[in-house]
């Protein structure tokens, strides 16, 4: 089992920063490829960005590709979103995700993720 827990979110102006968190234990953080998604209100989940176990792989979602970038610090079992240039379109709840020895190419899919946490409100304002 993995147990995920997020923090970092909450209320910016458009244009502000935020970082999020993601904490995780119960196995070997080394082995799990990382994700984060999102979904506002009345609408899907959607991917956010990953980076994978081994190599740290990163790719991102067109929507947040050069304001966001994804890391992790494997020593600290974490993984951090540092979200720039926020816009109102970002407004959501963010998940973290874990996917044991996953692949860049399925790290997209939610559904191939083993574990969630529960979630981070994020909210931009204009």
């Known amino acids: 089992q993995v147990q995920l827990v997020e923090s970092g979110g909450g209320l910016v102006q458009a244009g502000g920063s935020l970082r999020l968190s993601c904490t995780a234990s119960?196995?070997?953080?080394?082995?799990?490829?990382m994700g984060w998604f999102r979904q506002a209100p009345g609408k899907e989940r959607e991917f956010v960005a990953t980076v994978t176990w081994r190599v740290s792989n990163t790719y991102y979602a067109d929507s947040v590709k050069g304001r966001f970038t994804i890391s992790r610090d494997n020593a600290k079992n974490t993984v951090y979103l540092q979200m720039n240039s926020l816009k109102p379109e970002d407004t959501a709840v963010y998940y973290c995700a874990a996917d044991i020895k996953g692949t860049l190419r399925s790290a997209v899919y939610g559904d191939v993720y083993e574990y969630w946490g529960l979630g981070t409100q994020v909210t931009v304002s204009s």
């Open positions: 119960g196995r070997t953080f080394s082995s799990l490829t």
